[in-house]
């Protein structure tokens, strides 16, 4: 059985004896059945055919690729990911993971939240019990350890501090790592370690001394992606670094990096135990810029084909090294995260979906 079949199989639809016997064009058809079910409910009918075609797009996608989106909480989606109605806003927000889970190109997701602060033990474990058991969070590492320098407030005004517990491998595992996997386990996919602008504060030698104490530090098998948003970080001892102690450089599409396929070409960047690739913002352009541009997030603005052919090229080239691959998606690259995934899971497979 595909492991779409099986990721749609775990889920709360079927009892146990149903699953052990469904095939991946069985399992696509509990998708089309549950989106008609919810017809009864108010959502329109005429969305079934574009469902019907991203049901089968998932199943010829290769079982070694996960997408997903970064964070899920934007209404925006209704009618592409979202066809239930929520009674309120926190019901929405306690409650649409379930939902986004079930969407058939979605087997892992972002959470970005845990940038702002660790996310404490029973939020995760409500997390995992929405979703499958072979579905994967990918949680960014808090500013507290990723971020070289930090913004505080004190009297009205904002200031810009050296944050003494940068890259502090103690921290990150007393406030982040043990309360991840002791509620998430299985579940939990990949610390994201993205090294938030400098400011000019940081020194590449500290960066490089620094990150390798951290890594060091973690205990055997952390699976852990460093993400630069800085190219001159990029260096060989960087990248040595990674492979030594079994982390992965993140492949980022983003304002102030070179586009992916460029990456690639780094000797041994695909080297690692898996390969995380993020689609964050068109190359030159600001956040805040293309959020105002391109909200509620409900449709393409802006196609970047480079930047999907670059992701085809990636899912190939792991495919053919046996990678277990991440690809999550930001609305702010295109207009709508999940419309760029259905996007690039086309080029990969070679197929159209229309009118979604």
């Known amino acids: 059985m595909s492991s779409y079949a099986w990721r749609l199989a775990r889920s709360h639809w079927f009892s146990g004896a149903l699953i052990a016997h469904m095939d991946a064009r069985a399992a696509a058809m509990v998708y089309l059945v549950h989106v008609s079910q919810l017809d009864l409910f108010g959502t329109d009918s005429s969305d079934d055919d574009a469902a019907a075609r991203i049901a089968e797009l998932a199943q010829r996608l290769p079982a070694h690729v996960r997408?997903?989106?970064?964070?899920?909480?934007?209404?925006?989606?209704?009618?592409?990911?979202?066809?239930?109605?929520?009674?309120?806003?926190?019901?929405?927000?306690?409650?649409?993971?379930?939902?986004?889970?079930?969407?058939?190109?979605?087997?892992?997701?972002?959470?970005?939240?845990?940038?702002?602060?660790?996310?404490?033990?029973?939020?995760?474990?409500?997390?995992?019990?929405?979703?499958?058991?072979?579905?994967?969070?990918?949680?960014?590492?808090?500013?507290?350890?990723?971020?070289?320098?930090?913004?505080?407030?004190?009297?009205?005004?904002?200031?810009?501090?050296?944050?003494?517990?940068?890259?502090?491998?103690?921290?990150?595992?007393?406030?982040?790592?043990?309360?991840?996997?002791?509620?998430?386990?299985?579940?939990?996919?990949?610390?994201?370690?993205?090294?938030?602008?400098?400011?000019?504060?940081?020194?590449?030698?500290?960066?490089?001394?620094?990150?390798?104490?951290?890594?060091?530090?973690?205990?055997?098998?952390?699976?852990?992606?460093?993400?630069?948003?800085?190219?001159?970080?990029?260096?060989?001892?960087?990248?040595?670094?990674?492979?030594?102690?079994?982390?992965?450089?993140?492949?980022?599409?983003?304002?102030?990096?070179?586009?992916?396929?460029?990456?690639?070409?780094?000797?041994?960047?695909?080297?690692?135990?898996?390969?995380?690739a993020r689609l964050m913002l068109p190359q030159g352009r600001r956040y805040d810029s293309m959020k105002a541009k391109f909200e509620p997030f409900n449709r393409i603005v802006e196609i970047a084909p480079t930047m999907r052919a670059d992701v085809a090229q990636l899912v190939r080239r792991t495919g053919e090294l046996g990678k277990e691959t991440y690809v999550l998606v930001n609305n702010k690259v295109e207009g709508s995260s999940p419309l760029t995934v259905v996007g690039i899971a086309e080029e990969i497979v070679g197929a159209a979906v229309q009118s979604v």
């Open 67 to 276: 997408f997903g989106t970064s964070s899920w909480t934007f209404k925006g989606w209704q009618g592409v990911v979202y066809r239930k109605r929520y009674a309120t806003p926190q019901d929405f927000t306690q409650h649409a993971l379930a939902e986004y889970a079930e969407f058939p190109l979605f087997r892992t997701v972002g959470v970005d939240r845990s940038f702002y602060e660790p996310i404490a033990e029973p939020e995760l474990r409500a997390y995992a019990a929405q979703v499958p058991s072979d579905f994967r969070f990918v949680q960014k590492v808090w500013a507290g350890v990723s971020s070289p320098v930090l913004d505080v407030r004190s009297g009205g005004e904002s200031k810009v501090v050296v944050n003494e517990t940068f890259l502090d491998p103690l921290v990150f595992l007393r406030d982040q790592l043990l309360p991840t996997l002791n509620a998430l386990g299985s579940q939990h996919g990949v610390f994201l370690l993205s090294i938030s602008p400098s400011r000019g504060s940081l020194r590449r030698v500290m960066f490089e001394d620094k990150l390798e104490a951290f890594l060091r530090e973690l205990p055997p098998g952390t699976r852990i992606a460093v993400e630069l948003r800085e190219l001159r970080f990029a260096t060989k001892r960087y990248f040595a670094l990674l492979n030594e102690f079994g982390a992965v450089h993140c492949l980022n599409h983003w304002t102030n990096m070179p586009r992916i396929a460029d990456q690639m070409k780094e000797p041994h960047v695909l080297d690692g135990p898996f390969v995380l």
